[in-house]
């Protein structure tokens, strides 16, 4: 069993870490505002790919 806070990681090269150290390592000051400014980007790039389907194809 994992302890609280532990990091995962998968094949490929990304990793989810919610321990202090990781989310200061990014400039946030919490972990709810790291997930937050993850979760914008995630809607801009589908607004991005709605846009732009044909390039989103490509």
Known sequence: MRALGACFSRPGGW????????????GFETFWKLAAAGTKLAGDA???IEAYPDVARA
Do not use: E, K, L
């Open 15 to 26: 990793s989810f870490c919610r321990r202090p150290c990781a989310t200061h390592r990014f």
């Open 46 to 48: 589908v607004a991005a």
